[in-house]
């Protein structure tokens, strides 16, 4: 029996309302007898906005509420930036869709300069540790400042707070409308993307046959074996928010490309690496690589990292 009613939980932010909404104009296009609502979830994520992200945990800061409203029975599905998503789940629920991606690469944003021609000393604001190891890999010289708040909010900053550039994700800028804002589109190799970063996710109870037969059309097959690839590594690394790990799948007919970067915060110690192999094996690729990364030098990096932040953790006043 066709489903009369799907309920999607969001976050309230600029950006989670765009993509709720989104999900919401599709299925209705398909849907027309179809009642959709949306109902906004206030999450931890939203509600620190004063420390870094790293600094309070990182995973499942901006899903734990939503996911315990699916527990409750309050909502049918999630949408979620992929980048935002833990590797695991609660029991019951999972990822059953992973939209086609956006573009996935960094985004400078300043005074019309490129990243190449900032000055020396020049300030960079970022809300990821994953850009500030590899763009001070490049450029030592650069003041790194951890930013917060929403897309709109952060593009402010670079006035605000007398920055020299903003770097955010090209696909968030593009869904909002920012897109005439980007001074420079960072290349991978030079800023290799957010795990997930430009892909959507859409999370639900995965004993609900209905909920999933209404929602299957919005898998893409590609980008969901090149994004499980990323967060196999992920997964494997037991890494989060507070690490600096970057992955990206490219899946080109039947065969992936991953590569996969692991990094000291402040990019003086990295490793990097690439494998190739059939697109099917995606979870298999990504561990593959990220038993390489760990063996030819990740673990120490990922070691004093967490070291770092367990030191950090006990500074900071609950």
Request: hydrophobic content about 40%.
């Amino acid at each position: 029996m066709a489903l009369k009613e799907l309920r999607i939980g969001t976050r309230a932010s600029q950006l989670a309302l765009w993509q709720a909404n989104w999900v919401k104009s599709e299925l209705e296009k398909r849907y027309p007898d179809m009642t959709v609502t949306l109902k906004k979830i206030k999450t931890i994520g939203d509600k620190i906005l004063d420390v870094p992200l790293a600094q309070v945990g990182g995973k499942g800061l901006f899903v734990k509420e939503i996911e315990e409203a699916m527990l409750r029975g309050e909502i049918d599905i999630a949408v979620h930036s992929m980048k935002d998503v833990p590797t695991e789940f609660p029991e019951g629920l999972g990822l059953y869709c992973i939209t086609k991606r956006e573009d996935p690469r960094d985004a400078v944003i300043s005074k019309g300069v490129k990243f190449a021609d900032l000055p020396q000393g020049a300030r960079i604001g970022t809300s990821a540790l994953r850009r500030q190891a590899q763009l001070l890999k490049v450029r030592p010289d650069l003041e790194m400042v951890i930013i917060r708040g929403n897309v709109e909010t952060r593009m402010n900053k670079l006035e605000t707070e007398g920055l020299d550039a903003v770097i955010l994700a090209a696909a968030g800028l593009n869904r909002l409308g920012f897109a005439d804002r980007v001074t420079e589109l960072l290349p991978a190799d030079l800023s290799l993307p957010a795990i997930g970063q430009g892909a959507l996710g859409i999370e639900c109870n995965l004993s609900n046959e209905a909920v999933k037969d209404a929602i299957s059309f919005f898998n893409d097959p590609d980008t969901s074996r090149a994004v499980r690839a990323e967060r196999a590594l992920l997964w494997r690394c037991e890494g989060g928010c507070q690490v600096p790990i970057a992955a990206y799948g490219e899946v080109t007919g039947d065969e992936l490309k991953l590569t996969g970067f692991i990094a000291s915060v402040d990019g003086k110690v990295s490793v990097k690496g690439s494998v190739t192999g059939p697109a099917d094996d995606c979870e298999k690729l990504g561990v593959k690589l990220a038993e390489q990364l760990l063996n030819e030098g990740g673990h120490a990096i990922l070691a004093e990292v967490y070291q770092r932040e367990v030191s950090r953790e006990k500074e900071i006043p609950v």
